[in-house]
């Protein structure tokens, strides 16, 4: 089983800044099948990235992916305030389709 | 609209049995498979079951196998968890999914969940 580990915890930061979150598996994730999510409070979760580094549609492009292998990262460009939530990575190339523990981006 | 509204969460007692409903609309249900996903107060996101799109093959999670069974009605846009001996790690709230593409299991759908508290 793919342990996926997301670093770091919190993220503090301001509006305009730039946010990399990391996604560090275990084993190496099958085909980069790597997605990453945004959940906010109250709000179902929405996929941002597939594929490692491909956007969903309707993501802005200030959100995008890297990596490979066993490294991922999700950049934000220039948070706006709708930016703060809680950011998870999941590996679906390999059962038991694993997440990561969560990164929350925070003012 | 698009979207997944998850119902039937509520309070039930350790062993007990409890049945989710999870009612898809604003797109062709039939033509995706389905999935359910659950988060534990606390933690993190904790994938559960799979469903295909015609019903015939189900995936479950080592932690629920042979505890819970997933199920759909396409002729009602609905998809269903029947979850059994029910345990206190089983407390979380309880997300139905849709898979984007037939085979890949990442979801560009979801609802907004449902609480099953398992309690006595």
């Known amino acids: 089983e793919i342990v996926l580990t997301q670093s770091p915890g919190t993220l503090s930061l301001s509006p305009g800044e730039r946010a990399t979150l990391s996604c560090r598996a275990s084993?190496?994730?099958?085909?980069?099948?790597l997605a990453w999510y945004q959940r906010k409070p109250g709000q179902a979760p929405r996929l941002l990235i597939y594929?490692?580094?491909s956007r969903a549609t309707g993501v802005p492009d200030r959100f995008s992916g890297s990596g490979s292998g066993t490294d991922f990262t999700l950049t934000i460009s220039r948070l706006e305030p709708e930016d703060f939530a809680v950011y998870y990575c999941?590996?679906?190339?390999?059962?038991?389709?694993?997440f990561g523990q969560g990164t929350k981006v925070e003012i | 609209e698009v979207q997944l509204v998850e119902s039937g969460g509520g309070l039930v007692q350790p062993g007990g049995s409890l049945r989710l409903s999870c009612a898809a609309s604003?797109?062709?249900?039939?033509?995706?498979?389905m999935h359910w996903v659950r988060q534990a107060p606390g933690k993190g996101l904790e994938y559960v079951s799979a469903?295909?799109?015609?019903?015939?093959?189900?995936f479950y999670a080592t932690s629920v196998n042979d505890r819970f069974t997933v199920s759909r009605d396409n002729s009602k846009n609905t998809l269903y968890l029947q979850m059994g001996s029910l345990r206190t790690e089983d407390m979380a709230v309880y997300y139905c999914?849709?898979?984007?593409?037939?085979?890949?299991?990442?979801?560009?759908?979801w609802g907004r969940g449902t609480l099953v508290t398992v309690s006595s």
């Open positions: 999914a849709r898979a984007k593409q037939l085979g890949l299991w990442y979801f560009d759908l």
């Open positions: 604003g797109f062709t249900f039939s033509s995706y498979d």
């Open positions: 469903i295909s799109r015609d019903g015939g093959s189900t």
């Open positions: 084993q190496s994730v099958t085909n980069s099948y």
């Open positions: 594929g490692a580094s």
């Open positions: 999941q590996d679906y190339g390999s059962s038991p389709y694993t």
